[in-house]
C-alpha cells in the first residue's frame, strides 16, 4: 500500500495520529493536529531536551534491521540521552522523511517500533512533521524529560579522586555489528541473536537512571553512545579532569567474548571503542560506591578520575598503548 | 575547506557552540554540551513546540538558493509556526546531515543565517545534531516557545459567524518559486529580486503575534504554509466549521499581479493554492475586528466562518468552481 492510498500526507498524518498520538492531560495540553504541541512543567521541575537525527546506510541498513527495529532505535537512543541526564522522559516529536515509494506497512512498522519503545519508558508522542526524499530515509527524534530543578545529571561535575561506573556490559553492539558486517543477517542470528537484537534494539538505562537520581550520589554522568575512550573523554573534557580506566575490570559478555573470538577481533577494544552500547558512565565520590552498587546491582566499578591525562591501564598493571580516540566520528572515519 | 580539517564531528561542533550556541540565562540552564539541554518555564507559563524538516531538492535546491537563505528558512518556517501559536520562541534545536564532501564555508552560511533568523525574533540555539548522509542535506529543527498559560492560538477555536482575516499579502512566494522554475536564478533576480527573496528567506509573522496576542481577541489561528486553501480547511477541520472565502479581498502584491502576468497564471490561484507564505491565518468575532485591525493594520478581511461547507465566492458574487484542496501535499503530486 502505497501512501497515495491513504490520502497522502494529510492521510498519513491522520492514520499516525488515530494510532499512535499521546494522549492530552498529565503535562500535555494540545498533542498533533495544531501547529505546535503545548505542554506545561510542574512547579519544581526543569525540562531537558535532545535530538538525533537516524540517516538510512548511516545509522541503519534495511538488510540488516528491520523497521519495526529502525524505530525502536530512533526512540531508544534519544531516551538514553534523557537518562544520561537523570531526567524521566515525557514526549517525543518525531519527524520522517522517506522517498514516494515507500510502503505504508513499512512506515506502520517503524512508527509501531519507535512507540513501542516510548511506551515502554512512559513517553508519549506528541507531534512531528512527514516529508518525501528523493532517495532514503531520515528520522529525526526530539524529546523532552524532566527532572527535579537542579538535581539533572551533567558531564561536567566528576572531580579527581571520584570513580568510574558504568551499567551492564560494554562491546555487545559492535559486537552484533561485526557480526553482521562480517555474516550478514541470517547467518548472524544464527550466530548469536541476542548479539544481533542488543545492535538493533539498545534497551536505554532509564529505570536505572531513575533509580540512581533517587540515591542523590552521581556527580557526572552520560550515556555511551561512541565508545567508552571517546565518551569518557568527553566526560573529562566536560569535567576538566583525567582519568584511569582499568581494562581488566570492564564488564564483557561471554557473548561478546566469543563473537570477538569468530572476528578475530580482541574483546577489550571492542568494549573500549564500541560504539552504540547505550549503557550510562557514571562519577561518584569513592564513600557513594557502596550505596550507588546497592541501588543498582549491574554497575561495575571500571576506572577513577584523576586530575588531568587519560591511562588505559592493562591487567598487568602496565598503561596499555593508548589506542587513540576510537570511536564513531561521522566524519573522521 | 573540510571538515576533516578542523577535526572532524568534534571540531564542528565545538566551531558551532564558539560561534552560534545561546547565551544560557533567562530559562536556559545548560545549552549545547551535554547529553540533554536544560531550560524552565517560568511560572504561570506554557511551553509550545514545533518540528520541522527540510530536505534538498524537496524543499530547497542549491541553483535557486544560497546556504545563508537555506538556514534561515529552516528557522523562519519553525518561528511561523510558534508565531501562529501566539507565543514567543525561545530555544532552538538544529539537527543537520551532509556529505561527506560539504565544505565548511557553506555549513558556516547555513548557520550564519539560521542564528540571524533565529536572533532576530529573540529565540536562541541550545542544541542539535551532526551527522553525514550517503547524498543529499537535511535539516531539521525543533523549536520551543513560551505562552502565557491557557493563552495560546489553537486552529480550533473558531465559531460560525466569526470573521476571517489574514496577515501581508498571499502568492508572493508562489509567485517568487514560478519565476524560478521558469528563468532559473539569474534572470529572475532581474525580474523581481524582492519576489526572489520573499520565496528564500520568508518573514516569520512573530511580532505581530505577540501583538495579537495582547488584544485577546484571536479566536483560532494557523500559519500558512501549504496555501490558503489547504491550510484553512485544516483551520475549519479543527474547529468543525465553514468557510467562505472572497477571493476579492484576497491580499495580493503588484509584485505578484505582475509576475503572475509573466508566468501566464491567475494571480488569485497563486493567494489561494501557493504556499509557503507563512502568513498568519486568523478568526476573530465580528465585533473584534475593529480592535484587531487598529492594532494590526496589515490584517485583511478575507471571508468568514460557516456552520459548515467551503465557498470560494468571486468578485461577482458567484461562486467560483472550487479550485479543489490545492496546495503542497508531499506524497500526492
Known amino acids: ?59 541503519f541498513r534495511r538488510d540488516w534491521s528491520d523497521p519495526y527495529s529502525i524505530g525502536w532505535k530512533s526512540a531508544a537512543v534519544n ?21 514516494q515509494g515507500e510502503s505504508v506497512e513499512t512506515l506502520d512498522r517503524i512508527y509501531d517500533g519507535f512507540s513501542d519503545c516510548l511506551n515502554r519508558y512512559g513517553a508519549r508522542l ?5 516529508n518525501s526524499t528523493p532517495d532514503g530515509m531520515v528520522i529525526s527524534v ?18 579527581p579522586g571520584d570513580v568510574l561506573l558504568v551499567t551492564g556490559a560494554l562491546g555487545d553492539s559492535a559486537a552484533g555489528l561485526g557480526l553482521l558486517q562480517k555474516y550478514g543477517l541470517a547467518r548472524s542470528e544464527k550466530v548469536d541473536k541476542d548479539l544481533i537484537n542488543l545492535h538493533r534494539r539498545p534497551q536505554p538505562r532509564v529505570m536505572i537512571s531513575r533509580v540512581l537520581a533517587e540515591t542523590g550520589q552521581v556527580r557526572a554522568a552520560m550515556d555511551l553512545s561512541d565508545g567508552l575512550l571517546r565518551d569518557v573523554s568527553k566526560l573529562c573534557a566536560a569535567s576538566q579532569v583525567g582519568v584511569r580506566i582499568d581494562t581488566a575490570q570492564l564488564p564483557i559478555s561471554n557473548a561478546t567474548q566469543n563473537a570477538a573470538k569468530m572476528l578475530a577481533q580482541d574483546p577489550t577494544l571492542l568494549a573500549l571503542q564500541g560504539g552504540e552500547d547505550y549503557e550510562l558512565l557514571v562519577a561518584v565520590a569513592p564513600e557513594s560506591v557502596d550505596a550507588v552498587r546497592e541501588a543498582v546491582p549491574s554497575l561495575t566499578v571500571i576506572g577513577e578520575i584523576l586530575k588531568s591525562g587519560r591511562r588505559i591501564v592493562a591487567a598487568n598493571g602496565v598503561d596499555d598503548l593508548d589506542p587513540g580516540a576510537g570511536g564513531w566520528d561521522h566524519f573522521a572515519q
Open 1 to 59: 500500500m502505497n501512501i497515495k492510498d491513504i490520502g497522502g500526507e494529510e492521510g498519513f498524518i491522520e492514520r499516525m495520529r488515530q494510532t499512535h498520538a499521546g494522549a492530552v492531560g498529565d503535562g500535555l495540553i494540545l498533542g498533533i493536529g495544531d501547529d505546535a504541541a503545548i505542554f506545561e512543567t510542574p512547579a519544581g521541575r526543569q525540562s531537558v531536551v535532545t535530538t538525533d537525527m537516524l540517516v538510512e546506510q548511516v545509522h
Open 79 to 99: 531516551l538514553s540521552d534523557i537518562a544520561a541526564m537523570g531526567a524521566e522522559p515525557t514526549l517525543a516529536f518525531l519527524s520522517i522523511a522517506f522517498s
Open 126 to 130: 506528541a507531534g512531528g512533521d512527514t
Open 142 to 159: 526530539t524529546l523532552m524529560g524532566s527532572v527535579k530543578s537542579g538535581q539533572a545529571f551533567t558531564r561536567s561535575g566528576a572531580r
